[in-house]
């Protein structure tokens, strides 16, 4: 386990999956499994060609997320091009440091030609002070078989970005389906 030491600085990198080395993504599933306390090998498997922003301390990745391409459709509107945000962690030694909050301002600087950026939130307060906002309408999954409504305990939250459309947050939103978690 890394020492921590508050004078530390935190150097971010952006990388493409598929450009990680193989030790890189072993440290990404050793630190999502221990952030979230749980197998995250699988979990990061199903996500499709994930950009990873990776935060290090002297050398030592401490904070994480990743992003892939989802098609959100709020409302009438056409599909939104979004940059969906997974495995949001940092290293139970590393924390409160605002390293979070650096990779995650780092990964909307990133996403600027997307249409939006979304996520579901663990908690939905932290992201609200990073300037993300709960989606209020009713939230579905586009299946072959139509719209499924997702429970209402499934929150989602979103970034405007300069190529956001006006956004009535109240309308309904919809997600593709996909394998595991659907939002
Ligand atoms: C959620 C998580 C990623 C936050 O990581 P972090 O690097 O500690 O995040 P930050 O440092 O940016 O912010 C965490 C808190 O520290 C505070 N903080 C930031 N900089 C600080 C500093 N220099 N000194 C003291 N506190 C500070 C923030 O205000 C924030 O306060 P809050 O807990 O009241 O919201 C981390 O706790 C984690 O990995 N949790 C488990 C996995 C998880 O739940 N991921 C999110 C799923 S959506």
């Keep these: 386990m890394p020492a921590a030491h508050s004078t530390s600085t935190l150097t971010i990198e ?40 990776l935060g290090s301390c002297d050398g030592l990745l401490v904070s994480h997320a990743l992003w892939i391409t989802r098609f959100l459709q709020p409302g009438h509107l056409p599909p939104l091009r979004t940059a969906y945000v997974e495995a949001v962690a940092t290293h139970p030694a590393w924390r409160r440091r605002g390293f979070a909050a ?17 996520l579901s939130p663990a908690d939905g307060s932290y ?33 405007r970005l300069p190529r ?6 109240t309308q309904p939103l919809s997600a593709e389906w996909r394998e595991g978690e659907l939002w």
């Design 14 to 53: 952006v990388k493409r999956g598929e450009l990680l080395s193989d030790g890189e993504r072993r440290n990404i599933v050793a630190l999502c499994s221990l952030a979230y306390d749980e197998d995250m090998e699988q979990v990061l498997r199903t996500f499709a060609d994930p950009t990873h922003v």
């Design 102 to 118: 650096a990779v995650m301002r780092r990964l909307v600087a990133e996403v600027q030609d997307f249409d939006l950026a979304a």
């Design 127 to 159: 992201y609200a002070r990073l300037g993300w906002e709960a989606w209020q309408g009713p939230l579905f999954i586009r299946t072959q078989e139509g719209l499924q409504p997702s429970p209402d305990d499934e929150e989602v939250m979103i970034f």
């Design 164 to 169: 956001t459309p006006p956004l009535d947050l």
